[in-house]
């Protein structure tokens, strides 16, 4: 809890506090507008879905306009639904001027991820950062790790991570690490150690673990193999590289690999880490789930014996994500509403009648029920891209309008949210990895901070359409503003996270999805209009349905949602929320 004392202001003043949801009375027109900003791209590297234009309406409804009560006063809850940030710290903000970014760097910028201090609005509103690996690595990724106990020195060391915890600490933020326990670099001392003992070992005698216990740390097969295995060294052994010759993979059946990773994850818990972002979780046994879960319930168990409130999230990519719970993890990254093909893009898009407000709903409601089925404790963590997608801007077409709406979607979605860095600000990157891991943009102005990226970035796929970090914070119509505003109603109205969904049948139609979710016996009603181009007004009775008046909004254009009654006018892809 940041903030206890209710605060009630009128529309006049929440204007000049809340830029964008300023309460405009006596509105009517439904202008989708797009403001200022160019859209338009030529290196849409992924196919877009078909979208058929709608017309535009316009709507009036006549009476006494009820007054909106918006809530400004934050209600964050300390537990394990956040909002959270992920970040490629070589690309976020460098301190020494070297073009690369490092830890000193993104504490200079946590008050822009969140300042700690609720009277203000300048700041993300998140309260969760997911760190890509920070481990000593020789690639520019860092997901091949050296050493899984120390600070990869490009980005700084211990000491400036320590340092870090504390200012995280200071504002109310957890940090979240990378932990890749798939595969190590083939430069980590443990595979080393092995290949070296392999490359000395007489043809005629097997490897013997009591001779060298790193040859159990890997899947070592003599002579040539077929698949995805690499010739050791010297040696006549071959040994398993799912994702690349420079990634061996671990052998996690083995007990003393077990204890090496229990061994880390206490090392940073005790460092004051929030928890772990496990990688390639579905890859720990290629094709095995069953082992890959009971994996997955041994790391749990581990970490939660040295922190019952530590969190973890997997990935594990594929559409059964949800079967990951059962090893009592809270969370398994959700991809059906990531990336260009995505439950959120296919909605924010518009015009195709299939991606209806109902659609959106109804898989609201799927996803609800897949992941409470599991604990109670299970947390939803979905997401519209990360540092292996096409950004948001790039796969919805640079059209302003639409990313703000997809960002509002996620924003209204249960569990802990992941904002991937430079999303907010519309940064553009498709195609090779690389692409997707630019600089963030701080300043047009001002380079201080300013990152290389990556070598092997491309340019034609890294197109930047809209304004800095700097300016965007300073225009009330931008998307950071628009973002700020949709991470401040998650800390406004904590059933937004933590709320049971019940879809509100009666006003859910192919416009709007409706519906209500209540934490601790405290209700909200969510409405969203998805159509791009029509106002829609919803009839829905305050007695039966339990609020007074809207108490939140979201919008992507100039024209407000207003309340007449009973009658709720929503413009283009608004949200409100009421109570
Ligand atoms: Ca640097």
């Known amino acids: 809890m940041r903030k206890k004392i209710i605060r009630r202001l009128n529309a006049s003043l929440v204007a000049s506090l809340l830029a964008v949801s300023v309460l405009v009375t006596g509105c009517g027109k439904s202008s989708a507008s797009n403001s200022g900003t160019t859209a338009g791209n030529s290196e849409n590297v992924t196919e877009q879905p078909t979208v058929q234009e709608e017309t535009t309406t316009e709507l009036k409804i006549e009476g006494q306009e009820v007054p909106a009560n918006i809530q400004t006063t934050l209600n964050v809850i300390e537990d394990k639904n956040r909002n959270y940030y992920e970040i490629f710290v070589a690309s976020f903000c460098d301190s020494d001027g070297d073009g690369m970014g490092d830890i000193q760097g993104l504490i200079s910028k946590l008050d822009y991820i969140n300042d700690g201090n609720p009277d203000t609005d300048t700041d993300l509103g998140c309260n969760g950062i997911w760190l890509m690996p920070i481990n000593p690595s020789p690639s520019y990724h860092k997901y091949d790790v050296v050493n899984y106990m120390d600070i990869d020195s490009a980005y700084g060391t211990l000491d400036d991570f320590k340092q870090l915890i ?74 398993e590289g799912q994702f690349s010759q420079q990634m061996p993979d671990i052998n996690l059946d083995n007990p003393d690999v077990r204890a090496e990773f229990e061994q880390i994850a206490k090392f940073w818990l005790d460092m004051g880490v929030g928890g772990f972002r496990l990688d390639a979780a579905k890859e720990y046994f290629s094709g095995q789930p069953e082992k890959n879960v009971e994996v997955l319930t041994w790391f749990n168990n581990y970490v939660k014996s040295v922190n019952p409130d530590a969190y973890i999230v997997a990935e594990t990519w594929t559409a059964d994500y949800d079967r990951y719970l059962e090893s009592g993890i809270e969370s398994a990254f959700d991809f059906s509403y990531a990336s260009y093909d995505g439950n959120i893009a296919l909605t924010a898009h518009g015009g195709d009648p299939t991606y209806s407000g109902l659609y959106f709903a109804k898989n609201l409601m799927k996803t609800q029920e897949k992941v409470s089925s599991y604990s109670e404790n299970s947390i939803q ?32 979605m249960n569990g802990s949210t992941f904002i991937y860095y430079g999303d907010e600000i519309g940064l553009g990157g498709s195609g090779a990895d690389e692409n997707k891991r630019s600089p963030m943009i701080w300043s047009s102005t001002d380079k201080t901070g300013e990152c290389k990226g990556p070598t092997n970035m491309t340019k034609e796929y890294v197109i930047n359409n809209f304004a800095s970090v700097e300016e965007q914070l300073k225009d009330d119509k931008s998307i950071l503003s628009y973002v700020k505003h949709a991470m401040q109603l998650r800390n406004i109205f904590p059933e937004i996270a933590r709320g049971k969904i019940e879809i509100l049948d009666e006003v859910t139609d192919e416009k709007i999805c409706a519906m209500s979710k209540t934490y601790n016996d405290s209700k909200i009603i969510i409405l969203i209009n998805t159509s791009k181009t029509d106002t829609k007004a919803v009839e829905l009775s305050r007695a039966n349905n339990g609020y007074e008046c809207i108490q939140g909004i979201l919008t992507v254009g100039e024209t407000q949602p207003y309340q007449v009654e009973d009658t709720i006018v929503l413009p283009p892809n608004a949200i409100v929320i009421l109570k």
Do not use: Q
Request: with cysteine.
């Open 166 to 239: 504390e200012e995280c600490d200071k504002r109310g933020i957890k940090i979240i690490i990378d932990l890749v326990m798939n595969h190590s670099s083939i430069a980590n001392e443990w595979f080393k150690t092995a290949r070296d003992y392999l490359a000395e070992l007489p043809d005629d005698k097997e490897p013997d673990a009591s001779e060298c216990k790193y040859v159990d740390y890997y899947t070592f097969v003599k002579g040539e193999t077929a698949g995805n295995y690499y010739k050791a060294g010297k040696s006549n052994y071959y040994y």
């Open 381 to 412: 963590a979905p997401f519209i891209s990360n540092h292996d997608l096409d950004r948001p801007a790039s796969y919805l077409g640079y059209d302003e309008n639409k990313i703000k709406f997809a960002h509002g979607l996620l924003s209204m």
